[in-house]
């Protein structure tokens, strides 16, 4: 019998779990993982796994040299938190209000590290493995922040893997597939400015609440009229706000909105930003208002190279069997930082299922919500899949 890295990292299964019930005990956000950077660096030293640490303030690698020369691969795992409150009474429920490992990071740093003790164990390749433990993916940009201190300068990869959990898939599957995979993510803000007055009189003021309905019917408009309909979109205006909230009787004088874009293509982006302002501004006009316009660009679609992608499918396939593995898994407008990874190196980010969002009772939850809670059966599976990335792009040669 054959023992797969799955069936090895088994062996050690019940300490990674407490690892990953720790850190989920201590949610850090983004920038601030002082406590889960020290914890990822005191066992990857334990399991003689080379340290370096303060990229992007509290990022961590660490570096498994195999028995020859070679390449290098990069796996990584993201380690920050939500800022949301737990709702759930387990013993490893957050320690910490108003934050929450709500996405499952902390299953991700465990996973990550339980490849990392079986690297250094092994270390059946050749060449260079860099175990990426990232900071700041909610929202903070730490892949970005990564590569702009010279992650990739400083330890060289030819490709780069992520591994995410995905509630919405069984446990024992994974999804992974050439292409897009994550969208884009922009934020935008309008400010329709009119003139206040007494809402018994609305001839003598311009009405900012009248205007932006118009704008946010006509928003709707850019992805079914606009967008190519073979392209996905999204524009969703998410919160609006008055200049004034506690009169029954006054039109107010501005209506602040903000709101999320969502594309998986340059042009799909493009199109958004200026359609939003394009619509918002001339709608204004019309009314007499105005509106300022901003739009800020986020993170990139993520984007899975083909041969890196098709590589990862052929590893899972000898894990787990091709009856398992997803190819064709449905496209989300979620975004994932790993994008500025993919823009720099090749490489693929990957989905392991973990259950949690497929029941249709009260209980079943998704990423995000206050109940979720990393599935720690998938722990071994994701940490064999991540090293078997490792050992069978840096094959070793019987010499």
């Not at 490709?159 to 922009?186: F, K, R, T």
Request: net charge negative.
């Amino acid at each position: 019998m054959i023992l797969t890295p799955v069936d090895s990292i088994r062996v050690y299964q019940d300490e990674l779990t407490a690892i990953r019930r720790d850190v989920h005990a201590h949610p850090e956000l983004g920038f601030q993982e002082n406590r889960t950077s020290q914890l990822v660096a005191d066992y990857l030293q334990k399991w003689g796994v080379e340290v370096h640490r303060g990229i992007a303030k509290t990022g961590v690698v660490g570096l498994v040299r195999g028995q020859q020369e070679g390449a290098a691969v990069g796996l990584r795992a993201d380690m920050d938190c939500l800022p949301m409150t737990e709702a759930n009474s387990f013993s490893h429920r957050s320690t910490h209000e108003g934050r929450m490992h709500a996405c499952g990071h902390d299953g991700h740093t465990a996973m990550l590290l339980g490849a990392a003790r079986y690297l250094a164990e092994t270390r059946c390749f050749a060449g260079t493995a860099v175990l990426i433990f990232q900071p700041a993916e909610e929202g903070g940009g730490g892949a970005e922040a990564m590569i702009k201190d010279g992650l990739f300068e400083r330890f060289p990869v030819d490709a780069v893997y992520a591994l995410h959990n995905n509630p919405s898939l069984p446990p024992g599957v994974i999804a992974v597939q050439p292409g897009p995979v994550e969208a884009a993510a922009d934020e935008f803000e309008l400010v329709v400015a009119g003139r206040g007055g007494h809402a018994a009189i609305p001839h003598t003021a311009i009405d900012p609440v009248l205007v932006t309905g118009h704008i946010i019917t006509a928003l709707q408009s850019i992805v079914s009229r606009n967008l190519h309909p073979l392209d996905a979109g999204v524009v969703t205006v998410a919160s609006m706000q008055t200049s004034q909230t506690t009169a029954y009787n006054v039109i107010p004088a501005a209506v602040r909105m903000i709101g999320t874009a969502r594309s998986f293509t340059p042009q799909a982006r493009d199109l958004l930003e200026l359609r939003i302002g394009e619509i918002a501004q001339n709608i204004a006009a019309a009314f007499g208002a105005t509106v300022a316009y901003t739009y800020r660009r986020g993170y990139p679609a993520t984007v899975n190279h083909k041969e890196q992608a098709l590589f990862a499918a052929q590893v899972a396939d000898g894990l787990i069997g091709a009856a398992n593995v997803r190819r064709d898994n449905p496209l989300t407008m979620g975004a994932e930082d790993f994008s500025y990874m993919l823009l720099a190196r090749p490489g693929a980010y990957i989905y392991l299922g973990q259950g949690g969002a497929e029941a249709s009772d009260i209980s079943a939850c998704d990423l995000h919500n206050d109940r979720y809670d990393f599935n720690d059966s998938v722990t071994a599976l994701g940490a064999g899949m991540l090293a078997s990335l490792v050992e069978q792009s840096l094959f070793l040669s019987k010499l």
